[in-house]
């Protein structure tokens, strides 16, 4: 497998262009330096709401061609905000490549953010937020950020708060979008068939020449550290209850990272979609005995400190108290060293064969050397598997003793009140009524 | 229009496919795939789907193969599982409305295991009592978390009015919370012992394997695998179109938007419109930001976040549908623009760069479905599945290229008639 080059033009802009001629694909990305953790009161949601007003088109590519050229050619395009970064993709054909490279280019500098296409998009992220609405566990999820955040920007949701989304207006939007949409605040990725001194070539040409700006420090308030245990509830119309429990972990670059990983994946197995959780010891303890229909463990890796989070859907006829007490007592018998090296060498070997998965497409391996540049280096990638097999036994124990404890975690639960106010579990029809 | 020269060689056609029939009637399909350290395994039953269970044992095919993985002659639950998540793979089984599908993942070496793992659950399950019982209630609870999501029920309500009460498409594969706590262990094994067996069954084998080694396999662990009981194909009926405006509501209290999913009977994948039913969903709710729906709806108007259509296709009656989430307040208005866009599209033809721009894409896309072991596994599959015939990826570009805007406009009139549709709408209730 060809190796990552890492390029740096003139401007600041970082490019990284990694070889692979497995398939005839290309996959660009252009990930910028801002997120939803830099965004102040009164803004939340900007990052994402800028990401929207990107696909509204500029003077070289109008709205109605933007929206049409890259599936015209077979291509797929999209674009995420999180809480580190928002970012922007199209993965080609290989001969249509050239498309991709020019697009973000110009939409880096030349998106007008007309009034009437702000106001159109206003009420459309409404409603984007109104669909997360209608989750109850959308409810559960902001409440337990906001208590585990106090100051740090990871305490709103990337969505964004709905009094923010009223008021925010063109000129925020705009600002957003000229401060942070810089060559030196990007990260620009390839990843696909292609020789990579032409790719670097056209890359400098079509991104060489758009000035650098002095892109301010990001706004980033540290979190103060925890000084016990925090507890939420939420109530919300629904028949099904959920916990949550979630640790305060520090960032990726941290050495305590890839041990908790480890730790999480022997917990509740590996966090890939394409391996189950069946064997793990929380889904033993917890839905093989139905005290729970499921449980789930996630820690996304971050900036800067957040959370490792484990999440249950109480079983039928089951109580949130049972499910509280049985996920403590599994977490406590890890902190009394109660696990085997069996079950850290499977957690490893599910990684390997994760990781392996993970390179088959394109845009994947483009997305996976973009984000970790972003939080510190493209070369994690690529040192993954090894940092993961340098974590013993002991690092498990030892991140289970200093992180998973009670002090440390905020505690939710969903509290589901039914739905038959209103007759709401009732079906009407007007016509063949079977319901 | 040809299909790009630097693709040709590595396109899945019958000179690239190899294809096996074993003595049993299996069909079995590997495409070697070099550049990639996996395998993956995707196949199906042409029994075992929802079709053939009692309306008072709704949920009992999806129970019965999701039970599969529960336990086996010679491996208990948790055998299964660690056999597979040792060593990083992952196998299941499912079943739909008319038949099972099962596959896996694992890296190339664990093919043996794989498909060792895939032959014994689908011949030997046990149906323990005890985890009989707690599918039966991670599916009570899963039902339960459905009757509060808009969406679900939209569909749900959007099924149920659109077919008769007696035609499967009406119910839920799933079940539902009246029939699934009935369920019993013994109706699974009987279910399974009727309804599993080899006629007609395919399995594809796509990724970093000899493809010669691959029937050989498969013969040794299914190739005496006999079940005289299984019964034929069965097709299901066909359903006539609403002959009216039909309306359902399914208010759920503590919402803030509105769901809806409006439409018609659409036509099945081997019907010899649906190619052009296909391009016409694209234009009217698909293509660039979700068609001329989703700029009606979305871009111009503000008015939701998605908007969109969709066809069904698969072996029945699918529907072909309009869905969206919007304000409460904006709900007739959203629908109303929808409609708008159909009727516009069944009174003006289609132009010509519309239909340019989605043939192009339909063709266009074939390098990125192509990508993955799993891209080309559901390919192969859907070829075999809907008799497309193995050469179907070099014939695709032609027939696409064939369609006319006639065609388009013709499967938009045929479909939607005017003021002949069901619209099923959830969200808060209304005062």
């Not at chain 1, 060498?345 to 540049?373: D, I, P």
């Not at chain 2, 660690?82 to 499912?94: H, I, K, Q």
Request: aromatic residues 8%; contains cysteine; proline residues 5%.
């Amino acid at each position: 497998m060809s190796k990552v080059t890492k390029h740096v033009l003139d401007n600041g802009m970082t490019v990284l262009l990694k070889e692979v001629h497995a398939a005839p694909v290309v996959s660009w990305w252009v990930l910028y330096r801002i997120g939803s953790r830099n965004e102040r009161t009164g803004q939340t949601g900007i990052s994402h709401w800028v990401e929207h007003m990107m696909f509204k088109g500029t003077e070289q590519f109008p709205r109605e061609e933007l929206e049409k050229m890259i599936e015209r050619v077979g291509g797929s395009w999209n674009a995420q905000t999180s809480f580190d970064y928002t970012a922007y993709f199209e993965t080609m054909p290989a001969d249509q490549i050239d498309l991709a490279l020019r697009l973000e280019a110009d939409r880096m500098q030349n998106v007008a953010f007309k009034p009437e296409e702000v106001e159109s998009e206003r009420t459309v992220i409404i409603s984007e937020r109104q669909g997360l609405e209608n989750s109850p566990t959308f409810w559960l999820s902001e409440e337990m950020s906001a208590a585990a955040f106090r100051v740090h920007g990871y305490h709103h949701e990337i969505i964004g708060d709905m009094a923010d989304l009223t008021t925010m207006t063109r000129d925020d939007l705009y600002n957003h979008y000229r401060t942070y949409y810089a060559p030196n605040n990007a990260i620009a990725v390839a990843v696909g068939a292609f020789d990579t001194a032409d790719m670097l070539e056209k890359i400098n040409a079509l991104y060489g020449g758009i000035p650098a700006r002095d892109v301010p420090p990001l706004f980033s308030r540290p979190e103060p550290e925890q000084q016990g245990e925090r507890r939420i509830t939420v109530e919300r119309p629904g028949m099904n209850a959920f916990l949550e429990f979630a640790y305060r972990v520090p960032a990726a670059s941290h050495e305590d990272h890839y041990k908790l990983a480890v730790l999480a994946s022997v917990l509740c197995g590996p966090s890939s979609g394409s391996i189950d959780n069946k064997t793990s010891r929380l889904y033993r303890a917890l839905v093989e005995t139905g005290i729970a229909a499921s449980v789930d463990a996630s820690m996304y890796p971050s900036a800067d400190p957040y959370l490792l989070s484990f999440s249950v859907m109480a079983g039928e006829g089951r109580t949130l108290e049972e499910a509280e007490a049985e996920l403590e007592r599994q977490l406590a018998l890890v902190r009394d060293g109660d696990i085997s090296a069996a079950e850290v060498a499977k957690a490893k070997k599910q990684a390997r064969a994760a990781f392996a998965y993970s390179n088959e497409r394109v845009t994947g391996q483009a997305f996976r050397l973009a984000f970790y540049e972003n939080l510190g280096s493209y070369e994690w990638v690529e040192s993954y598997l090894d940092k993961l097999d340098a974590v013993s036994y002991e690092d498990v124990i030892a991140a289970a003793r200093k992180y998973l404890l009670p002090r440390n975690r905020v505690v939710g639960w969903l509290i589901p009140t039914g739905l038959d106010e209103d007759g709401g579990d009732e079906m009407e029809m007007d016509d063949d009524g079977e319901e | 229009m040809t299909v790009k020269s630097n693709l040709m060689h590595s396109l899945p056609t019958s000179e690239t496919i190899t294809r096996a029939t074993l003595p049993n009637g299996i069909t079995v399909l590997a495409y070697p795939n070099p550049s990639t350290q996996s395998v993956v395994v995707s196949g199906g039953l042409d029994g075992g789907g929802a079709i053939h269970e009692r309306p008072e044992h709704n949920g009992l095919a999806v129970l019965t193969a999701e039970a599969l993985m529960r336990g086996t002659q010679t491996r208990d639950f948790q055998t299964l599982a660690s056999a597979l998540e040792d060593v990083g793979a992952d196998f299941g089984v499912s079943a739909g409305v008319h038949g099972v599908s099962f596959g896996g993942k694992a890296l190339a070496e664990d093919l043996p295991l794989l498909v060792e793992i895939m032959a014994d659950v689908l011949r030997r399950p046990t149906f323990p009592a005890e985890h009989i019982d707690l599918l039966r209630r991670e599916t009570v609870t899963s039902l339960k978390y459905s009757l509060q999501d808009t969406r679900r029920q939209a569909s749900r309500a959007f099924r149920q009015a659109l077919y008769p009460a007696d035609h499967p498409y009406h119910r839920s594969a799933r079940g539902t919370l009246d029939t699934v706590p009935n369920l019993t262990a013994d109706m699974a094994a009987d279910f399974h012992a009727q309804h599993y067996g080899p006629t007609g069954m395919t399995v594809v084998v796509v990724g970093n394997i000899e493809a010669a080694q691959v029937a050989e396999l498969i013969q040794a662990k299914l190739g005496d695998w006999e079940n005289p009981r299984q019964p034929q194909w069965e097709p299901v009926s066909m359903v006539a179109q609403p002959d009216g405006v039909r309306q359902a509501y399914a208010p759920i209290p503590g919402k803030t938007q509105s769901d809806f999913v409006m439409g018609v009977v659409g036509p099945a994948r081997k019907a010899a419109d649906f190619q052009a039913a296909r391009i016409a969903n694209s234009v009217l709710g698909e293509f660039g930001m979700m068609g001329r729906i989703g700029e009606n709806v979305r871009v111009k108007n503000g008015m939701a976040y998605y908007a969109y259509s969709s066809l069904e296709g698969g072996h029945g009656p699918g529907a072909w549908l309009v869905s969206a989430g919007v304000n409460p307040a904006n709900v007739e208005r959203a629908i109303e623009l929808s409609l708008a866009q159909v009727r516009q599209m069944a009174e003006q033809h289609v132009n010509d760069d519309e239909l340019s721009d989605v043939k192009s894409y339909f063709t266009g896309r074939m390098p990125l479905q192509l990508e993955s072991n799993e891209g080309v596994a559901g390919t192969i599959l859907s070829m075999v599945e809907f008799d497309l015939g193995l050469d179907y990826l070099l014939h695709m570009p032609g027939i696409i290229d064939a369609i006319t805007r006639e065609d388009v406009v013709e499967a938009i009139r045929r479909y939607w008639q005017p003021d002949a549709y069901v619209v099923a709408v959830s969200g808060p209730p209304v005062a």
